[in-house]
């Protein structure tokens, strides 16, 4: 069996892409495996990083919403389409597996073109038009959230790196803090925005600082790539442009202040961590959507992006900070809701389709 898998540009695609295929492997080492992508894209770093092959295709930007950049689409998709079907007849693709993102409405359209079958994978609560228009020639959609709004959508989870989705944070949580340089048993804050860091994020918190250290709070701040802080001199407020290791961060975390991207909820809801979610105000409203179910499980909290502020930080997050038992049951809500298998579940939909094609093809 072959399987394509077509999720590039940011790491939300890439990463759960990897994911199956580390999954795929884990079943049967001799799967082949291509990923699609483009030289702009993360894909182009990280997909050879983990061994698998790279085929580079036009990008093709396909708006969440209808909009007149949708007139334009047409060349771009049938030159884009011309060329990922090629790479389709090269490695003999059965399945082609689609994550969203630039490569997968061309991915989806060749596969019709040469037979192969279509799984689709979505990661937001709200779809993307191209994962909309893969769920129509489907074999079969994995979704990341219940209650899917895609048509005979299967609650799968998200695909998450072996290093998230087998972390046991209490028995890391000491060799972890050791690891960071954090106290051992000091209650501790984690604060990220992703690799850009998030401002709003990073104002609350600094400007919370001097409050959070007094009251004993230790605080694990990544600013974002070329971010910078104004905070105390103060080794329990430990300042990192990026966490290469987040199993280590989120072992030694207690709460979490975070944005509410889809990867990042479902991680979070799949170690059992609490915590702040503060979805990014601008675009189509995803991230509230993501956020949401995990809230309303009771593991996390939301934030609105103009009330995170440093004045709500100590209002809120520091007294849940110095209330273990509150943290505890809502890491139990968290661990309740979320999903560990999403990789093993989506490698499912994946063998079931490529079998069904080996089946069709061979009636033998």
Not at 34 to 46: K, Q, S
């Amino acid at each position: 069996m072959h399987v394509v898998l077509a999720g590039g540009g940011t790491a939300g695609h890439v990463e759960p892409a990897l994911a199956l295929a580390d999954a795929l492997r884990r079943r049967d080492p001799s799967i082949g495996i291509t990923a699609l992508g483009t030289p702009r894209g993360l894909e182009a770093r990280l997909v050879p990083d983990r061994g698998y092959e790279l085929r580079m295709i036009p990008p093709v930007p396909v708006p969440r919403r209808p909009t007149p950049q949708l007139l334009a689409l047409p060349l771009r998709v049938r030159s884009a389409v011309a060329e990922t079907a090629a790479v389709l007849r090269d490695v003999d693709a059965d399945v082609v597996v689609g994550f969203g993102g630039y490569v997968a409405a061309p991915a989806y359209l060749a596969a019709r073109r040469t037979g192969a079958r279509v799984v689709v994978h979505e990661a937001n609560v709200r779809p993307g038009l191209a994962n909309r228009l893969g769920a129509r020639m489907a074999d079969a959609v994995g979704s990341a959230w219940p209650d899917s709004t895609l048509p005979h959508a299967e609650y799968v989870g998200m695909p998450l790196r072996r290093s998230i989705s087998t972390l046991d944070r209490a028995a890391a949580r000491q060799p972890a803090r050791a690891e960071l340089g954090l106290d051992p048993d000091a209650p501790c804050l984690l604060v990220f925005g992703g690799s850009q860091g998030a401002r709003t994020l990073n104002r609350a918190a600094s400007g919370a600082a001097r409050a959070l250290l007094d009251a004993g709070v230790q605080v694990l701040h990544a600013v974002g790539r070329g971010g910078a802080v104004d905070v105390p001199d103060d080794p329990r407020y430990a300042v990192r442009e990026y966490l290469d290791r987040m199993d280590l961060a989120y072992a030694a975390a207690d709460l979490v202040l975070c944005r509410s991207g889809a990867m990042t909820c479902s991680e979070l809801a799949a170690v059992g961590l609490p915590a702040a979610y503060v979805p990014f105000p601008h675009g189509n409203g995803e991230q509230r959507l993501n956020a949401a179910p995990v809230v309303a499980a009771g593991g996390g909290l939301l934030v609105e992006d103009a009330a995170c502020t440093p004045e709500e930080v100590e209002r809120t997050l520091l007294p849940l900070l110095r209330d273990p038992e509150r943290l505890g049951r809502m890491s139990a809500a968290a661990a309740a809701f979320g999903r560990r298998d999403g990789d093993d579940r989506l490698a499912d939909l994946v063998l079931a389709a490529g079998a069904g094609r080996s089946s069709r093809e061979d009636p033998s």
